[in-house]
């Protein structure tokens, strides 16, 4: 009998602004792979930039999506998490993960960005993520992320050794392994690291002035379907980062699209990667 992979990804609707769900969907989709989805809320855009944005949670839904699953004997080679919509639905997430999912959990603890949690969260949600961190597989944050998960003072400029301590606290806390975003030595690069207790490896890129919203979310589409055609970590952090530069080459320079990467055009040379 033929086993098709199913990742589940939980994360925001943001209807507008294409990051979360919008981007998930039709990334993991294009890798070959069925992606089913969980929303973990409804916005009516995404919360960097727009103003009066709608936010309708959906966490008590959760329960109930879950025990018909159940009954229906649903499961997943796969759930992949993002942006979550309170610290209940954390505890839903985890139960869908220890009940549903068959083989990794893929935690992008989706919270923050430059030294600053995004406007919906607050510590104790920081203090629910790391709960959900410590159970997963494969954590993706960015050094911000990495910081708030690990208590440790956010700096824009750092060592090796920075890096090194950060990732070893985030194995320590529980991760198995860990793919940190974001991390350059000099000006003009940046790059992803990938650790687990036995290996540590970097990738080392061009790093544009201009940041884009919502890389962070192409990158862990792009990294969950490149590991779910059977990538290694590294290889699947490198493929995404690649990915990632690109959607954000073909983007830099519309000032229009300043809320999201124009990924769509990119969608080729990511499967193109796979093979
Ligand atoms: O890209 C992360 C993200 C996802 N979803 C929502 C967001 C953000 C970042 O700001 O606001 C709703």
Not at 118 to 137: G, N, Q, W
Not at 218 to 245: E, L, P, Q, W
Request: aromatic share 10%; glycine share 6%.
């Amino acid at each position: 009998m033929i086993m098709n992979k199913k990742v589940l990804t939980i994360q925001d609707i943001s209807c507008v602004g294409q990051c979360s769900l919008t981007v998930a969907l039709p990334i993991i989709s294009a890798c070959g792979i069925e992606t089913c989805v969980l929303p973990s809320a409804v916005l009516s855009t995404h919360t960097a930039g727009f103003k009066g944005f709608t936010f309708r949670d959906l966490t008590e839904d959760m329960p109930a999506i879950e025990k018909h699953w159940k009954k229906e004997k649903i499961s997943f080679s796969a759930v992949y998490t993002g942006y979550l919509g309170s610290t209940l639905q954390i505890d839903y997430v985890k139960s869908i993960i220890k009940h549903l999912c068959k083989g990794k959990a893929i935690v992008d603890p989706a919270m923050a960005d430059n030294g600053k949690l995004y406007p919906a969260f607050d510590e104790e949600y920081v203090e629910k993520m790391k709960t959900l961190c410590s159970e997963a597989d494969i954590i993706l944050p960015n050094i911000t992320e990495a910081c708030y998960l690990t208590g440790t003072q956010y700096k824009e400029t750092y060592t090796v050794r920075y890096i090194k301590s950060l990732t070893k606290k985030l194995l320590d806390s529980g991760a198995k392994a860990v793919v940190l975003t974001g991390v350059g030595y000099t000006p003009d690069t940046t790059g992803v690291v990938v650790c687990d207790n036995e290996h540590f490896y970097y990738y080392k890129h061009h790093k544009y002035e201009q940041s884009c919203h919502g890389t962070g979310d192409v990158y862990a589409s792009a990294f969950v379907g490149a590991y779910m055609n059977g990538k290694s970590v590294d290889d699947a952090a490198r493929i995404a980062a690649d990915f990632t530069v690109r959607c954000m080459e073909n983007t830099i320079g519309d000032d229009s699209h300043w809320y999201g990467v124009k990924f769509e055009p990119m969608l080729k040379s990511l499967i193109d990667d796979l093979s």
